[in-house]
């Protein structure tokens, strides 16, 4: 266990402030995300160092398309989430908890993990579960590996405090932030959660480091074509270049629908190209929806197959045939 940060007393209860929460516990009690629990007076970080998931991924599986496109990242998760998505492609880990046990880790730790691999690596990924309940372990990792001149990347459902936020964005480069809906009562219906702080939360991102945005469509329940182009428009007002990965899907956890027909990803596909510049689609089978084009000659610049991701059209980070600037981190 390690001390928690970013909670308050509350006569004899302890108001966790990590999240839009703000749970109210008494001692003994646990938040809802499953991992912060108060112990003697005090809130404690139950799941400090515990990694359910190591792996090595492509960057491109977070999915990061224009962050250091075909490198790997060393991608870490725990036990945990903050929000209750009915149809969670994690549920496992999101509704996990730390007595289950897993791999320990320390900061120290990690940053030889990634020294180790030598150059083909920028860095470490929090992901697999919400990584900003993990706030303790995540910010002295990332402290750590960037003083060391490593990368650090939240693949995030974006519902965290702007306290907590501002301190931990100077160490983190890159986020992918999952923007489930457009609406509150999708977000209290299907995450037990609020729309609002995480609109709150990619407006602060976007000024602060790249950000790329993953939408998961849900037909008959996130897909009205009215929400979807307010979606669109709000994030061509935070950068006409941020990457949108829209993807398919399939049944899961407690929600049993039919898979997203593909005209309807194709075709939401084509609303936001209006406005974005890079739209990719993602379980759909399809290279060529993950292709990065040119936005001013068409030209092909990236080309991917499944994760592996190929440079084929840039000069640097401009296109090579009209020298467009793209937005990338190389």
Known sequence: MEKARFYIRENDQIRCLLCPRHCLLAEGQVGICGVRRVFGGELYAENYGMAAAVNWDPVEKKPLYHFYPGSQVLSLGTYGCNLKCSFCQNWSLAEGRPEQGGTMLSPERVLELVRARGSSTPGVAFTYNEPTIWYEFVYDTARLLHEHGYAN???????????????????????????????????????????????????????????????????????????????????????????????????????????????????????????????????????????????????????????????????????RYCGQPIPLIL
């Open 153 to 319: 990347v939240m693949v995030s459902n974006g519902y965290i405090g702007l306290e907590a936020l501002e301190e931990l964005l100077p160490y983190i480069d890159g986020f992918n932030i999952d923007l489930k809906g457009f609406s509150d009562s999708f977000y209290q219906e299907y995450c037990r959660g609020r729309r609002k702080p995480v609109l709150r939360v990619l407006e602060k991102v976007a000024k602060r480091c790249h950000l790329e945005v993953t939408s998961l469509l849900i037909p008959s329940v996130n897909d009205d074509p009215w929400e979807l182009e307010q979606m669109f428009g709000w994030l061509a007002d935070l950068s006409p270049d941020l990457p949108l990965h829209i993807s398919r899907y399939f049944p899961s956890h407690r929600l049993n629908l039919p898979p997203t027909p593909l005209e309807i990803l194709y075709r939401a596909r084509e609303m936001a190209l209006e406005k974005l510049n890079y739209v990719y689609l993602g379980n759909v089978g399809d290279s060529k929806a993950a292709y990065t084009y040119c936005p001013r000659c068409s030209r092909l610049l990236i080309e991917r197959s499944g994760y592996r991701a190929r440079i084929a059209g840039l000069d640097g980070s401009n296109c």
